[in-house]
């Protein structure tokens, strides 16, 4: 199945909280799991990325915990930022073509 | 947005006529791609190219065709379009063996179909 499912579809935050976002899938030939974030009137640009070999990365605020026997990843936002408002969408890809399967999307809100 | 021009970036257009959207890379990217974008949906992907004169469906291609006679530029196009094409379109570019599975995408195209 190549279903990606992402929750909760909206999130409210305030400065200096922790945004998480989570995702789930099913087919386990998925062997790249992305981030990307998009902000009104741009296309969707990469924030993080992880491989099934490690459960963890972190880059700045960003964090993906990754479980592969849950069939679970989630992005975790720390010190949130209003400049951090924006729709966030994890992905999950296998094999040739570089192809991606996408979730539906997060709309994250950081107020001050 | 990584070298990648869409044009045009909004059109509006009635049901029935042809419609053609064109992106263009200045990456050299092998791998480019086409997706619409629904609330709800997050993003499809409509059809790929591998190469050129090399494309595949995507997940959501009926009603779309594609081509691709040169590297840097990929076109899609909606034969006879429909209400249900209105959505934001967006291309992407990939190149294999670097930055990973990155995918670079366009700036987009809001297409209305009255």
């Known amino acids: 199945q190549q279903q990606v499912k992402q929750s909760p579809q909206s999130l409210i935050v305030q400065k200096g909280g922790i945004s998480i976002i989570n995702c789930a899938y099913e087919?386990?030939?998925?062997?790249?799991f992305p981030w990307y974030q998009q902000f009104p009137g741009k296309g969707p640009a990469l924030l993080i990325a992880i491989r099934p070999d490690v459960s963890e990365k972190k880059e700045g605020r960003f964090t993906i915990s990754f479980n592969k026997s849950a069939k679970q990843f989630s992005l975790h936002i720390m010190d949130s930022q209003p400049g951090d408002s924006a729709t966030y969408f994890c992905?999950?890809?296998?094999?040739?073509?570089?192809?991606?399967?996408f979730g539906a999307g997060t709309r994250l809100a950081v107020h001050p | 947005d990584a070298g990648i021009t869409q044009s045009p970036r909004h059109k509006v257009t009635e049901t029935g006529t042809p419609v053609t959207l064109r992106c263009h890379q200045t990456e050299n990217h092998r791998y480019m791609y086409w997706y619409r974008q629904d609330p709800g949906h997050g993003l499809r992907l409509i059809h790929y190219?591998?190469?050129?004169?090399?494309?595949d469906k995507g997940e959501v291609s009926d009603g779309y065709s594609v081509s691709r006679s040169k590297t840097e530029d990929f076109l899609l196009t909606l034969e006879s379009a429909t209400s249900s094409q209105t959505s934001v379109y967006f291309c992407?570019?990939?190149?294999?063996?670097?930055?990973?599975?990155?995918?670079?995408f366009g700036p987009g195209t809001r297409l209305t179909v009255l």
């Open positions: 992905a999950a890809g296998a094999g040739g073509y570089n192809k991606l399967i």
């Open positions: 087919n386990t030939a998925f062997d790249y």
């Open positions: 190219s591998y190469g050129v004169k090399d494309t």
């Open positions: 992407a570019i990939s190149e294999p063996g670097t930055s990973g599975n990155e995918q670079f």
